[in-house]
């Protein structure tokens, strides 16, 4: 096949958040439709440049580069590690940022994922990173989303180093997480560049575009 900007811009995708839905890289790497990405998403896995897998019963096939597709663009060629139990989570994280990308005009290329925040720091103590940071008018925001219970001083720690290190912070948060709310609400008092975010209101979003 003949690989063009877009198929590169994909694999990019790919590598800096380990893995995406087809529904993301509809709108990370710039197709018109959904049928139009998933054609191309077909000749890429043909060629050898992703990989498409089922990996957890009612979530979707997810894509990976290749170690080909990794080579191509110049990427680490170890294999990216996920854990199961983090899929909806790491799919939540993707449908925050295509959400500040369409609905807060932040640009693809301002975001810098875990992994790359992680790959900055090179071997040294691996410490806490936000799930994503994006820049904006100057600032640095920091990304958290929380599906699930956390310790109260696993939050409060999160929110005080996230104030040290960033302009700002969001989180991300389901309604039904009433503690997470609760801590993240009375931390605002103390940390004024808190936002919080109902996941729900982030998907809904997504599901209509």
């Known amino acids: ?47 050898g440049y992703i990989d ?15 170690h080909k597709g990794k080579a191509l663009i110049y990427a680490s060629l170890k294999a990216d590690k996920f854990r199961i139990e983090r899929i909806h989570h790491d799919i939540a994280v993707l449908d925050t940022a295509i959400y500040f990308m369409l609905h807060k005009n932040v640009a693809p290329g301002d975001i810098r994922t875990e992994k790359e925040q992680h790959q900055q720091d090179g071997f040294g103590g691996r410490k806490h990173k936000p799930d994503f940071v994006f820049g904006q008018e100057g600032k640095r925001i920091a990304v958290e989303v929380e599906l699930t219970p956390k310790a109260r001083q696993r939050i409060t720690t999160t929110l005080r180093e996230n104030f040290l290190d960033y302009d700002g912070q969001r989180w991300i948060v389901p309604q039904a997480q009433v503690r997470i709310n609760q801590l993240t609400e009375e931390s605002a008092a103390i940390y004024p560049d808190i936002e919080v975010l109902a996941l729900e209101e982030i998907t809904e979003f997504i599901k209509g575009r």
Do not use: K
């Open 1 to 47: 096949m003949r690989l063009v900007e877009r198929d590169l811009l994909v694999l990019r995708e790919l590598e800096r958040w380990r893995f995406c839905l087809s529904r993301h890289l509809r709108f990370l790497g710039g197709f018109s439709s959904q049928r139009t990405c998933d054609r191309r998403l077909s000749l890429l896995i043909e060629a």
């Open 52 to 66: 498409r897998r089922f990996v957890l019963y009612g979530v979707p096939r997810l894509y990976f580069a290749t």
